[in-house]
């Protein structure tokens, strides 16, 4: 191939991408508006309005938690790192909730909340395991730094639980409240690391047997709210109080 050839060839090959770029933008808008429009027609506005809420928090609480992963691997906090696991945990089954209500329509919001109370008890009984195995093998203190992360990151998820419950607590359907009861769990397991991690911050003493009882208490309490969720959620079970 000539000299020439090559440029008018590398020339169009440049011309396209562009191009290409553009239409890739342009499918994925299109795919946007047309999930839109399928979750206004197969939900009423409360429940769309809580699963665009979960998408949104679930990708958030997935950047959270890899925050904290990262904090804890630099402050050499293995609690730290399972904490941050289980809000990377508890962010994919809000994804995977709303995502998959979002596919198969609005019949399926009970087997949807099945799902996601099934992730939100077996997450939190992997947690009362670590907890139980931090019982007998504390650890005392945080680096200054590390703690000071770990903090901010555990407050921007209390605050982001807490603004959800708030703006869904109207709840109408067996999905919305699970993602309700998931953020409420995950704020409860948050409160667990953020008390140890800014008493550590501030220098006060403390005790990690009694830390331990505590991440151990949570832990059981959110795996009761998540077989709370599939026993309301299961086929055949009163769907009184929205449950439906």
């Not at 945080?142 to 639980?161: D, H, M, R």
């Not at 151990?216 to 009163?238: D, K, Q």
Request: charged share 15%.
């Amino acid at each position: 191939m000539s000299l020439g050839a090559k440029n008018n060839a590398d020339a169009k090959r440049a011309a396209r991408e562009p191009h290409a770029a553009g239409q890739r933008a342009q499918d994925v808008l299109r795919d946007a508006v047309a999930v839109g429009e399928k979750v206004r027609k197969d939900y009423d506005a409360s429940t769309a309005r809580a699963l665009y809420l979960a998408t949104v928090l679930g990708a958030w609480h997935t950047v959270i938690g890899i925050g904290k992963i990262v904090s804890g691997v630099l402050g050499t906090s293995l609690f730290a790192c399972v904490n941050g696991l289980y809000t990377l945990f508890m962010g994919a089954s809000r994804l995977v909730t709303a995502t998959g209500a979002v596919r198969a329509g609005s019949g399926s919001s009970r087997r949807y909340a099945r799902i996601a109370g099934g992730m939100l008890t077996a997450a939190s009984l992997l947690y009362v395991a670590y907890a139980t195995w931090s019982f007998f093998n504390p650890s005392r203190v945080y680096p200054k730094t590390a703690a000071f992360a770990i903090v901010a990151f555990t407050f921007l998820e209390i605050g982001l639980n807490i603004r959800h419950l708030i703006q869904t607590r109207g709840a109408k359907t067996a999905i919305e409240k699970a993602l309700r009861i998931i953020s409420l769990a995950s704020s409860l397991i948050a409160l667990s690391l953020t008390q140890e991690a800014f008493l550590s911050l501030l220098g006060f003493p403390h005790d990690p047997t009694a830390d331990a009882c505590i991440r151990c208490l949570a832990g059981l309490i959110a795996a009761s709210l998540g077989a709370y969720v599939v026993v309301r959620a299961r086929p055949g079970s009163s769907t009184a109080h929205g449950w439906k």
